[in-house]
């Protein structure tokens, strides 16, 4: 092999090995953008996930809100029904006190 013939294959040694360096660095490249995308749609997959969850919770949150308040005012409704139940048993009490008091005094008049 003659002295030209090996500084050729020297050369194309060394083009080969730059042709590879460069290949490599671009496949790096390539492989972090990939991966930064990646992380990107990941992030933004999370973010959407908890935003639903959220909707879902504050609905949940508001249901049961509702349910608890329509049974508070149930309740008070039954209550005040009561009260006025009572409260009208009282009076025909005391219509029926006071006529007989009316009575007794008009009698022993």
Known sequence: MGKVEILSQIKKAEEDAKR???EALDEKKRKIQAAKERAQEIKKTAEREAEEYIERTRA???ETIEKEREEILAKGRREAELLR???SDKLDEATTFLVNEFERAVLDA
């Open 20 to 22: 590879m360096v460069t």
């Open 60 to 62: 949940k949150m508001k």
């Open 85 to 87: 139940r009572k409260s």
